[in-house]
């Protein structure tokens, strides 16, 4: 079974704070995805990576940057966290490669972050 | 920006019935996917369907997609409790231009509730 792994299920943190969110896979997957999850307005991607230090901007990057340094790692890093940034984090893992469409996506079991 | 759009927004049958969820998008796409969502188990994919087929089956679960209406829908068959959850497409796209544009957006999800 393949397993995504986030750091934490929830989080709080204040405003102005730097936040990292660890997320791990372990089935040697290239491509990883970070979302965030509001309601009413469904996942919306944050940012991807298709292979080690190579990151992609998705939908709303903005207040957000990742890293990654190895192959099963993915970090999504809020510089200076905002009261807007509280939400739902979703990380996810596929083999496929993204120009085929990117194949089915194995998703962490979340990371609620509240920023006060 | 906001790709597949499903419908309807919420859905309540008695179990036994079956459930038929649609999505919608706007742009080519590469493949649709559908996934699912319950408290107890996170984001799970449910099956995947590429741009060249029109139909494809997985135990209860039937899914369509018709490329010149720009629609898929998703039918479980003989519903149980346990299919109680939100149901999200997710249109994952490639284009060629400049280094290459990756897109993958969800939509907001059918909550269906199964009635024992």
């Known amino acids: 079974d393949v397993k995504v792994t986030q750091s934490s299920r929830y989080l709080v943190k204040r405003t102005g704070e730097k936040v990292f969110l660890e997320c791990v896979q372990d089935?040697?997957?290239?491509?990883m995805f970070w979302y965030r999850q509001d309601p009413g307005l469904g996942l919306r991607l944050i940012y991807f990576?298709?292979?080690?230090?190579?990151?992609e901007k998705g939908d709303i990057p903005e207040g957000y940057s990742v890293s990654r340094e190895k192959k099963e790692r993915f970090s999504l890093i809020l510089e200076s966290a905002s009261t807007n940034q509280t939400s739902m984090y979703l990380c996810?893992?596929?083999?496929?490669?993204?120009?085929?469409?990117?194949?089915?996506?194995?998703f962490g079991p979340g990371t609620r972050l509240t920023v006060t | 920006s906001q790709q597949g759009e499903e419908d309807p927004q919420a859905l309540s049958i008695q179990e036994g019935e079956n459930a038929t969820m649609n999505c919608s998008y706007k742009?080519?796409?590469?493949?649709l996917q559908w996934y699912r969502q319950n408290s107890g188990r996170g984001l799970v994919h449910l099956i995947l369907?590429?741009?060249?087929?029109r139909e494809k089956h997985s135990g209860r679960l039937r899914v369509t997609l018709d490329t010149s209406k720009k629609s898929s829908s998703l039918l479980i068959t003989a519903s149980r409790a346990a299919d109680t959850a939100s149901y999200f497409c997710?249109?994952?796209?490639?284009?060629?231009?400049?280094?290459?544009?990756?897109?993958?957006?969800f939509g907001k999800g059918t909550k269906l509730s199964v009635i024992p």
């Open positions: 996810a893992s596929s083999l496929s490669p993204l120009l085929a469409g990117g194949g089915e996506q194995y």
């Open positions: 997710a249109t994952a796209s490639f284009s060629y231009s400049g280094a290459g544009s990756y897109q993958l957006t």
């Open positions: 369907i590429r741009s060249n087929e």
């Open positions: 089935m040697d997957h290239e491509n």
């Open positions: 742009t080519s796409i590469n493949n």
């Open positions: 990576s298709y292979d080690v230090k190579m990151k």
